[in-house]
Nanobody
């Protein structure tokens, strides 16, 4: 059974930084999508950053240059370094992985397993 556990959320002022972590247990290989999604109040859950097969990374335009995703496959841990945070980044952040090789890693459709979410709040 695949489980994901996020940590690292919190409250910061605009311009601050947070680092999210996600530990994955269960079967996973690099060909599956692996990434971070976020969902604000009344909005859809959307991919913020995703690993495609062959280690290609994708970021939504609004976080490019501010967020950096990385992973430690040996320890099955995914990270999201978030710098220059803005109030519009406030949301619940979820790490997620897929269950088969996919190139839909910029869409929620590429993911099957989700963590419980961690709240990020950025004040102005």
């Amino acid at each position: 059974q695949v489980q994901l556990v996020e940590s690292g959320g919190g409250s910061v002022q605009a311009g601050g930084s947070l680092r999210l972590s996600c530990v994955v247990s269960g079967y996973y290989i690099k060909d599956y999508c692996m990434g971070w999604l976020r969902q604000g109040p009344g909005t859809e859950r959307k991919v913020v950053a995703g690993f495609y097969p062959e280690d290609v990374t994708w970021y939504v335009d609004s976080v490019k240059g501010r967020f950096t995703m990385s992973r430690d496959m040996a320890n099955k841990t995914l990270f999201l370094q978030m710098d220059s945070l803005q109030p519009e980044d406030s949301a619940t952040y979820y790490c997620a992985i897929g269950a088969m090789k996919s190139y839909a890693c910029s869409s929620y459709r590429g993911y099957k397993y989700w963590g419980q979410g961690t709240q990020v709040t950025v004040s102005s």
